[in-house]
């Protein structure tokens, strides 16, 4: 059962254009939406993570954006760069309560490339 | 550099031999967490630790896998009896006391290729 469903797989994007990568949940006792960067080698880095409680998170040329109705989140980069070509993952965890550790559900990963 | 470390960083070994790897999370942290990354996938959760003690198992990790975290400090995960099936990038991360927030720092990983 994928809890967190990621589109696309792949994505070429120019230099300079937006980059955008969608993910939807189904769980709604999720709590915590961080999306990762993944070059060949590495492990995971955070880019940037979201709560429920708002709709938009911008850092820098990414932004997070978020519709808890639709139960899914997005994120967006701006002025996409060739340095940007990576995999990015999307997660999500359950929030506080009785058992709950932390543990990061994982989308499937979306491997970006920009073309200079 | 202050942040997670493993060792080793690649690991070849022939089916049926034991392997272990080392997880060394950034200090004061007292959340330790193992997830298993195949090509193309996402990683997927393994095990958790608070502090010492191992609080969830994922069912991915059979009775094959075992994980210590024996000081609360670094941690440990073994494979006994490798399969071809086990080949995959072995991550760790840590994490500081929830209420400072829960943002997961990863290591670079243990890339595991089993003959």
């Known amino acids: 059962q994928q809890q967190v469903k990621q589109s696309p797989q792949s994505l070429i994007v120019q230099k300079g254009g937006i980059s955008i990568i969608n993910c939807a949940y189904e769980n709604t006792a999720f709590d915590y939406f961080p999306w990762y960067q993944q070059f060949p080698g590495k492990g995971p880095a955070l880019l940037i993570a979201i709560r429920p409680d708002v709709s938009e998170k911008k850092e820098g040329r990414f932004t997070i954006s978020f519709n808890k109705s639709a139960k899914q989140f997005s994120l967006h980069i701006m002025d996409s760069q060739p340095g940007d070509s990576a995999t990015y993952f999307c997660a999500a965890k359950k929030g506080d309560g009785s058992g709950n550790t932390g543990k990061l559900i994982f989308g499937q990963g979306t491997t970006l490339q920009v073309k200079p | 550099d202050t942040g997670v470390s493993q060792d080793p960083r690649h690991k070849i070994t022939k089916r049926g031999q034991n392997v272990t790897f080392r997880c060394d999370p950034i200090?004061?942290?007292?959340?330790l967490y193992w997830y298993r990354q195949t090509l193309g996938q996402g990683p997927e959760f393994l095990t958790y630790f608070q502090n010492e003690a191992q609080l969830e198992k994922s069912r991915l990790l059979s009775d094959r896998f075992s994980a210590e975290r024996p000081k609360g400090s670094f941690s440990t995960l073994e494979i006994q009896r490798t399969e071809q099936g086990d080949s995959a990038m072995y991550l760790c991360a840590s994490s500081p006391h929830s209420s400072r927030g829960w943002t997961q720092y990863f290591g670079p990983g243990t890339r595991l290729l089993v003959l």
């Open positions: 200090s004061e942290h007292n959340r």
